[in-house]
Every structure is written in C-alpha cells, then in structure tokens.
C-alpha cells in the first residue's frame, strides 16, 4: 500500500468517527433509487421560471413546488455553450477539466475545426434508412460522464437522447445502451461508437411515430396572444426563411412534402420537444428503467428552446410559448415516471447548459464585433512584425488561433503581445484579450479578476485559442440574432433543481453550479463516480440530520 493511498485511508476513517463516532453504523435512508433522470433545457435562462411562469400548470411547475430549486445556481465559467454545458452537468467538471471547451474547435494536427462529438473513426447509424456518414462519440470527453458511470458501476442501462449528438452524448459519456439524436436530413440516428447496430425499441418506435407525421401541423398559441409579455412580430427577430415572425407557425407547406425546410421548422418547434418527451417514456417501458436490480440512467436533452431563441430571442412570444408547452411535454414525462417507476422512486434533476442574451437591437444597448474586425485587429499588428501573410489560421467565437510563428514570436516578445492585446481590447465590443497560455494554472483559475477567471475556467492547453477574447456586456461575437458564451448572468445563470428520492423541497440560497448535479445525484443512488468539481449539495438532500450527512460521506469515499 502507497503512502497516499495509506494517507487517503485515514482521512477516510477519520472522516467516518468525526460523522459518526467511532463505532456509529451509517445512518439508513431508504432504499435508493434505482433509476437517475436528468432532463436539460437547451438555452434556459435562470429567470425564465420567475419571468413566464404565469402560465404554467405542469412539470415546471411541479419541479418548482415540489423540488430543491437553486435560485442561484451559476455556471463560473466563460464559453457559456451547449457542448461545454452539457459535458460539464454529464461529469460534474468544468470545461479546464473535461476538455470540451466550445462546440468546435481548430484541431491543430489536421487544420480542420470539428465538432465537439465528430468522431471520423466511427460510423453514423440512421434509424431512417439514410446513408451511414461520419459518426459522433465522446471521443475527446476526457474524464467519464454520470451515464456510463451508473452503468458500469451501478450495472444498470444508460439511455440518452436529443435533436443535437452534442447534447446527448455529452450526458451519457463513452458507453451507453442507447444514444440517439436527430438528424438534420430528416431522421433520427446513433453511432457505432455506441451499438454495432440499431436498438430494436428504438426502430420500433420511429417507424410507429414518423417526425413526417407532423408536416401539418401548425404551432399556435397557447393563450390568448394578451397573455404573452411584449409584441409578436418585432423587426429585431429574423427567422430564417420559410418561416414567418409572427404567430401561426405552419410546419408544412401547402401542397408540399416534407424536406429539409420542414425538418428545420420542425426542430423550431414544441412539437419536437414532445417527440422527445413521448421517446422517453417509451424508453422507460421498453427497458423497464428502474425495476431491475442494478441503477438505470435516462437523459433527455430538449433542444428546440436553443434553436428558437437564437433566431426570435428571449423576449419573444415564441419562447414564451414553447416555455408553456414544455411544461406539459416535462409534466407528461413526470407522470409516466410516476405510473411506470413509482412517484418517489427515481431521483432527477432539470437543469440547461446555458442561457441567452437579449437581441441588442430590440433592448438598444450593446451591438455586435464583426469576425473581419477582430482578425483586422489582430494582423494590425502582427503583418508589420512578421511581413506579409495570414497569421490567423483561425477563430472560434472568443477563440482565436494563430499560426505556430506568430505563437512564437508572441512567447518570445512580450512587447508586441501587449501591442496585440491592445489592439483588441480597443474594439468597441471587446472588455478583456488574453494570451491563452497565461490562463493555464491553478492560480489563474482563482484570480481575483472575473473575467480572467471565468476564462480560465474554460481553458484546456492545446484545445483552446492562442488568443482569447472577452466581449462586453450585450455585445455578440456570432451573426445569430441572440446568443450566448460569456460570462454575464444573462449565460451563466440557469435552474438547477432536483426532484424526488431522498430530495428535500424547498427554495435555496445557497451557490450552486450545474457541476454539482452529478455528485449529487451520484450521492443519493449510491453510486461512487470519478472525481468532480462540483460538490454534492447536501443541504437538499433527506438524512438523519436532515442535512444528508451519509451522503456527504459517502461522495469522501470516490476515487
């Protein structure tokens, strides 16, 4: 036995006589859950739940009243985006640790700038008969998510789902039972990352519930349009084409079949996030998640929020509504679970991977930084130092990438780093430029500058850019006409709430960040997972001290 695993031993033991006394047994809940649930909302803001929650009558609702909802729950770091979301609640580590950083990023070996989960050594398997193309895996995940941990060690099933392969895999990790997402050329697919072929349940229920079943439906309003904050059809909304800014919303065409301008309208719909919420609750029957002896784990990431934000924005009756209605879609899916595993039988947990900032033409403030001005800024200075060429190989959206000369001549030349650094913070939309080196460490992730810390947070060495940029508050670094990635609260704010077996109820003050999900859930099924950065949030969990002090042990005893 080594030192530190000797050392480690006896601040085990230490720990357990200091909770317990030295001959106290643990104290009993009962019996843990046998099934974790943890449902995502792509692009939720924290202040939705207070801002639209007049109308609400089902899931969030109930999650609200009946769970532990932390009101102040924050992610603390910068590239506020769905891949680094998402793989930060799948493992419980923030992007520094986990290595998903952006959606994409420049891969230095091949020149090429992927996404997060393309993977070129595997291959896509289409439910829908459509030809096997480049598949998608948690390849470059580099710690294990909750999913493939309560598989492997609470020998159960893993079941993740979402339009996006990004959302889905990022919940579940390397191995899974099922994994499936939608396919932009109109039909649901995995990967032979994950099956070496198709999942049975799964071909059963899309050939009995084709998305081309819903070509003609329309998406109306819930409510009353009186009921809706603000005005439908503002300018600042820019829909793509196809579709209109103002309410109805036909999916279909007249006359017409469906194609790929159908499935994009389908996907900016809550007919999508229904889809999801029935597909889970046929996950449940089919597998019988929750009623064999090992733990089972079921995610559902719901994307059409992320899709319809980014081109109407959050203060939009569209959002508005299909706020509503996934508050129906979570509240159906909350009573299957109900029937199926028994009310108090699973454990689960709402969170999103990011928020959204307002359109900065309908509030007037803010503005947006073209790409062209930021590398203009950049070759500025760097074309009369180096001679002429194109010294930015590129960009990803606070990142940005320079060829290997540059990066050396920067290293070596801390004047003309500063001249670039300057050059960019001079733009109008740009608060903070870093050198992507200098946020690598410890002591940059705990600098007493938000802005350095938050961006170090999001640094992984070799992933992330050579440069590294900050907008200001309401300024946009992407064409969308909303987004997200900074570290205001605007993106960083988002629900955590957890619900069910061994959850006490209530509103809580305390900090907390989608990190904590993990070890939390973790904690309440008995489940001993990697290490995290997020703690486990004791002060709403049930135990004899009605602190959830066994649990609090319990996650001293993981690797």
């Not at 359109?359 to 002429?388: F, N, T």
């Given at each position: 036995m080594t030192r530190f695993v000797r050392l480690r031993w006896a601040i085990v033991l230490t720990l357990c006589a200091g909770f317990l006394g030295a001959a106290a047994p643990l104290p009993q809940r009962s019996t843990p859950p046998k099934l974790v649930v943890v449902m995502v909302v792509d692009q939720m803001r924290a202040d939705y739940l207070q801002r639209y929650s007049g109308g609400f009558t089902g899931g969030l609702r109930r999650l609200m009243r009946e769970g532990a909802w932390f009101t102040n729950a924050a992610y603390p770091y910068l590239n506020t985006v769905t891949c680094a979301g998402h793989s930060t609640i799948g493992t419980g580590t923030f992007p520094y640790h986990h290595g998903m950083i952006l959606n994409s990023w420049l891969d230095r070996q091949t020149g090429k700038s992927p996404y997060c989960t393309d993977d070129p050594t595997v291959t896509e398997l289409s439910y829908?008969?459509?030809?096997?193309?480049?598949?998608?895996?948690?390849?470059?995940?580099?710690?294990?998510?909750?999913?493939?941990?309560?598989r492997d060690r609470g020998h159960g099933r893993a079941i993740a789902m979402s339009l996006k392969p990004r959302s889905s895999i990022s919940l579940v990790g390397h191995s899974a039972d099922a994994v499936v997402w939608f396919d932009d050329r109109g039909g649901w697919s995995t990967s032979t990352a994950f099956t070496p072929g198709l999942v049975p349940f799964l071909q059963q229920f899309f050939a009995a519930n084709p998305v081309s079943a819903d070509y003609g439906k329309v998406w109306t309003r819930t409510l009353p349009a009186s009921a809706y904050q603000g005005q439908d059809d503002d300018p600042a909304e820019r829909p793509p084409a196809g579709t209109t800014r103002a309410f109805p919303h036909a999916l279909g065409v007249t006359g017409g079949k469906p194609d790929e301008g159908f499935y994009g309208r389908w996907q900016r719909s809550p007919f999508s996030d229904e889809y999801l919420g029935r597909m889970a609750a046929a996950a449940v029957d089919a597998l019988k998640l929750g009623k064999g002896n090992g733990t089972d784990y079921l995610a559902v990431s719901f994307s059409a929020l992320d899709i319809v934000g980014h081109v109407f924005g959050p203060r939009s009756h569209e959002v508005q509504d299909l706020l509503l209605r996934l508050d129906l879609t979570i509240g159906r899916l909350l009573d299957h679970l109900d029937r199926q595993v028994g009310a108090g039988k699973y454990v689960a947990a709402l969170s999103a991977d990011h928020g959204v900032g307002?359109?900065?033409?309908?509030?007037?403030?803010?503005?947006?930084?073209?790409?062209?001005?930021?590398?203009?800024?950049?070759?500025?200075?760097?074309?009369?130092?180096?001679?002429?060429?194109d010294h930015v190989v590129a960009s990803a959206y606070t990142d940005i990438y320079l060829t290997p000369a540059a990066l050396d001549r920067l290293r070596r030349d801390s004047q003309l780093t500063t001249s670039v650094l300057e050059s960019l913070r001079r733009l109008p939309g740009i608060a903070h430029a870093f050198r992507g080196d200098e946020l690598a460490g410890a002591d940059a992730r705990a600098s007493s500058d938000p802005a350095r810390r938050a961006a170090a947070l999001s640094y992984y060495p070799g992933r992330s850019g050579d440069l590294i940029i900050v907008p200001k508050e309401n300024w946009l670094l992407s064409p969308n006409v909303a987004t997200h990635g900074t570290h205001y609260p605007y993106?960083?704010?988002?629900?955590?709430?957890?619900?069910?077996?061994?959850?006490?109820?209530?509103?809580?003050?305390?900090?907390?960040?989608?990190?904590?999900?993990?070890?939390?859930?973790?904690?309440?099924?008995?489940?001993?997972?990697?290490?995290?950065?997020?703690?486990?949030?004791?002060?709403?969990?049930?135990?004899?001290?009605?602190?959830?002090?066994?649990?609090?042990?319990?996650?001293?005893?993981?690797?």
């Open positions: 829908n008969g459509l030809q096997g193309v480049e598949g998608d895996s948690a390849k470059r995940l580099l710690v294990p998510a909750l999913g493939e941990q309560i307002d359109i900065p033409e309908q509030i007037q403030r803010g503005g947006r930084v073209p790409s062209k001005d930021v590398k203009d800024a950049v070759l500025g200075v760097l074309v009369p130092a180096l001679g002429p060429g993106d960083q704010r988002v629900p955590v709430i957890l619900f069910g077996a061994g959850i006490r109820a209530g509103q809580y003050t305390q900090p907390a960040t989608p990190a904590d999900i993990a070890p939390t859930l973790a904690a309440v099924a008995r489940i001993v997972i990697a290490k995290t950065d997020g703690r486990v949030l004791t002060e709403a969990l049930v135990g004899e001290d009605g602190g959830g002090r066994d649990a609090l042990l319990f996650s001293s005893l993981g690797p």
